[in-house]
């Protein structure tokens, strides 16, 4: 299995981007996909979540309503939209996929190599 995120790049404050992570090597809807984020000096946390369908899934408070996750199994492809960004949300985003709706990373298995977001003032 592989995960390739992409997308990432650096905007203004409030502004949007959208976070786009191709799956292959394996059975896509066999997985749920989680995307997390890691800042410098920090740990790698949860930001959003689906399930193998796109019927559940799963958000941290600080990202409810501002982000979506949503998937397209046809393209073995999850997508992340992120709106109203903050200085906050400046990290490495990284997708995976695991064989359970988890919200820690130790539930996935496959990692995608990451892409950087950047906010700025």
């Known amino acids: 299995v592989q995960l390739q995120a992409s997308g990432g790049g650096l905007v203004q404050a409030g502004g949007s981007l959208r976070l786009s992570c191709a799956f292959s090597?394996?059975?896509?809807?066999?997985?749920?996909i989680g995307w997390f984020r890691q800042a410098p000096g920090k740990g790698r946390d949860i930001v959003a979540a689906?399930?193998?369908?796109?019927?559940?899934?799963h958000y941290p408070d600080s990202m409810k309503g501002r982000f979506t996750i949503s998937r397209d199994n046809a393209k073995s492809t999850v997508s992340l939209q992120m709106n109203s960004l903050k200085l906050e949300d400046t990290a490495v985003y990284y997708c995976?996929?695991?064989?359970?709706?988890?919200?820690?990373?130790?539930?996935?298995?496959?990692w995608g190599q990451g892409t950087q977001v950047t906010v700025s003032s």
């Open positions: 090597g394996g059975r896509f809807s066999n997985f749920a």
């Open positions: 689906i399930n193998w369908n796109g019927a559940r899934t």
């Open positions: 995976a996929a695991g064989y359970g709706l988890g919200f820690t990373d130790d539930t996935y298995t496959h």
